[in-house]
């Protein structure tokens, strides 16, 4: 009985002293400095996270940089964030974070602590309000821990640690961008390929009913209803306007002074083929160079639809026809035959395909224009 009693005499000695002790309603937590290792004049921050109930009121003024009594680190900032939190347990919580930028001032290259700094806090009361707690209340102190800096000249970056292989492991599925991207140039490109189809083939469907046209045209009748087909066969428009354009840079080469009539002469040889070969089932061989250029000016607007952009062109080369014959009848040339040549290659290499998908598309422009 006399054990009992004394082990019961120990435990009530133990626990009086940690039962009278006083519950904090405030609590500092220190944080670890970022960066850890600086260099010379490079700041550095610090975190003290403070963590407390209603009934306290911290004297924050107290807390700026200036007020720190610090030797060997100076505070140079001061950023305070504000959150108040539900606690199951505890009810609401306000936690403040003190993050304070600090620099170090010693010249000493070397490991440095940060001093112990005290919060200045005081007990509010319900129905006091802060002016009332601050001139009555006696103000309390709680102390931070102290903070460990490594100061150097230079740093020194530590190898990396991660040795794995970087791997993409793209998606093998195509994004549904890219397919329609796809679609659309696969769209483009058919139209275009059609456009170009149905435009040669109308060409040459309409220049197999031109020559059907120009072999009757040609055709003569002779008694016992029988036909002589004409022996000269007229060229296609394409090899026609190849042979005009080679015959011209030949003929460029004469002298103009000792050929000048000649050259006239054959030039106008050359129009009148061209015309026949690019107007056939429009012109016939029979028709004079005034009736020529008479026939072209008399088509109609469906007409010269149907010879195409080559209209202007081939309209252009009827009045030079018609200008060459009338100075061949006279027994004169031109002063300058040779300009004549040189524009008249102009003219006619303007009727290339790709030339004429050009106008063709500057024509629509000005159009819509």
């Known amino acids: ?184 140039a696969v769209m483009g490109v058919s139209f275009l390929i059609s456009l170009f189809t149905i435009f040669r083939f109308s060409r040459r469907l309409k220049l197999k009913k031109t020559q059907d046209l120009s072999r009757k045209d040609i055709s003569t009748e002779v008694p016992g209803d029988d036909f002589i087909v004409g022996t000269e066969l007229i060229l296609s428009p394409k090899k026609a306007r190849k042979r005009f354009l080679g015959e011209l840079k030949k003929l460029y080469l004469y002298d103009e002074e000792s050929f000048g009539l000649t050259k006239e002469r054959r030039l106008r040889q050359l129009s009148r083929d061209l015309l026949l070969a690019e107007l056939q089932g429009t012109i016939r061989d029979s028709m004079s160079e005034n009736e020529i250029c008479a026939k072209l000016c008399e088509l109609d607007e469906k007409q010269k639809k149907l010879i195409g952009l080559k209209y202007s062109t081939m309209l252009g080369v009827a009045r030079r026809l018609k200008k060459y014959q009338e100075c061949i009848d006279s027994g004169t040339y031109f002063l300058s035959v040779n300009d004549e040549i040189v524009e008249l290659h102009k003219m006619v290499s303007g009727l290339k395909f790709y030339k004429q998908v050009l106008s063709f598309i500057s024509h629509l422009t000005k159009r819509g224009n």
Do not use: H
């Open 1 to 184: 009985m006399r054990y009992k009693l004394l082990i019961c005499a120990f435990l009530l000695l133990i626990a009086t002293p940690a039962l009278s002790q006083e519950f904090s309603p405030i609590v500092i937590e220190t944080g670890k400095p970022n960066p850890s290792v600086v260099k010379s004049g490079e700041p550095f921050k610090v975190t003290y996270r403070a963590k407390f109930f209603d009934t306290v009121l911290i004297y924050e003024e107290r807390m700026s940089p200036d007020n720190l009594a610090l030797e060997k680190v100076e505070a140079i900032d001061l950023e305070v964030s504000k959150v108040r939190v539900n606690n199951d347990s505890l009810g609401f919580v306000n936690v403040w974070d003190f993050t304070y930028t600090f620099r170090i001032i010693q010249p000493e290259k070397q490991g440095y602590k940060i001093p112990p700094f005290n919060f200045i806090w005081a007990e509010k009361k319900a129905g006091v309000t802060e002016v009332q707690t601050k001139e009555n209340e006696k103000p309390r102190e709680i102390l931070t821990e102290e903070v460990g800096v490594n100061y150097v000249s230079s740093i020194v970056k530590p190898p990396p640690l991660d040795i794995r292989d970087d791997i993409d492991f793209t998606l093998p599925l195509v994004g549904g961008t890219v397919l329609r991207r796809w679609a659309y």
